[in-house]
Antibody, heavy 122, light 108 residues
Framework: QVQLVESGGGVVQPGRSLRLSCAAS????????MHWVRQAPGKGLEWVAV????????YHADSVKGRFTISRDNSKHTLDLQMNSLRPEDTAVYYC???????????????WGQGTLVTVSS | SYELTQPPSVSVSPGQTARITCSGD??????AYWYQQKSGQAPVLVMY???KRPYDIPERFSGSSSGTMATLTISGAQVEDEAGYYC???????????FGGGTKLTVL
């Protein structure tokens, strides 16, 4: 079955960088777009970014554009999120998720990993 | 930026029908998707392409969309359906996704 395991979360000071990773298994990773979604404590879901199955197309939410970069390594079955210039408002649980349908970037996130917590605080 | 609007809360008694709405200007041309999130858990897709139900989601869940509003309906809501529900769709470009603010469904 599909497994998505996020790692790399932790406590980081404002202005610093952090790199999240998501290890994928149980499906043909190179055939599916992948999403990052976050959820601040006690708040709703916020879409962060999506990357096409081959990595050629990437789209980021306006709130993170220019600071965060999504990437993938199909040979290693991993999805990454490079987060620079972190702000307190970036504090959230970050989820990686597989696109529902293969070879389509316009496909919703399903299923999701269990998330990794990022706390931005001095 | 594009927004999807949901009511913050909906409350029904067990066995009643719960309807959760989501409004957005691009919905006439873009599909709506719905997620259920129970406390402490990752979200689960309960409806896709407006009205299609994943095989493992109970039949009491249904979806529809008309004009700028999509609706998730739970017919005969159960206590176990108590959760947060989020609509999800794209803006007119089709590549930037957005969630609605979420609706807390209370069944008691």
């Amino acid at each position: 079955q599909v497994q998505l395991v996020e790692s790399g979360g932790g406590v980081v000071q404002p202005g610093r960088s952090l790199r999240l990773s998501c290890a994928a298994s149980g499906f043909i990773f190179s055939s599916y777009a992948m999403h990052w979604v976050r959820q601040a404590p006690g708040k709703g879901l916020e879409w962060v970014a999506v990357i096409s199955y081959d990595g050629s197309n990437k789209y980021h939410a306006d709130s993170v554009k220019g600071r965060f970069t999504i990437s993938r390594d199909n040979s290693k079955h991993t999805l990454d999120l490079q987060m620079n210039s972190l702000r307190p408002e970036d504090t959230a649980v970050y989820y990686c998720a597989k696109a529902q349908l293969p070879l389509k970037i316009v496909a919703p996130a399903d299923p999701w990993g269990q998330g990794t917590l990022v706390t931005v605080s001095s | 930026s594009y927004e999807l609007t949901q009511p913050p809360s909906v409350s029904v008694s067990p066995g009643q029908t719960a309807r959760i709405t989501c409004s957005g200007d691009a919905l006439p041309k873009k599909y709506a998707y719905w997620y259920q999130q129970k406390s402490g858990q990752a979200p689960v897709l309960v409806m896709y392409e407006d009205s299609k139900r994943p095989y493992d989601i109970p039949e009491r869940f249904s979806g529809s969309s008309s004009g700028t509003m999509a609706t998730l309906t739970i017919s005969g809501a159960q206590v176990e359906d108590e959760a947060g529900y989020y609509c999800f769709s794209t803006d007119s470009s089709g590549y930037h996704w957005v969630f609605g603010g979420g609706t807390k469904l209370t069944v008691l």
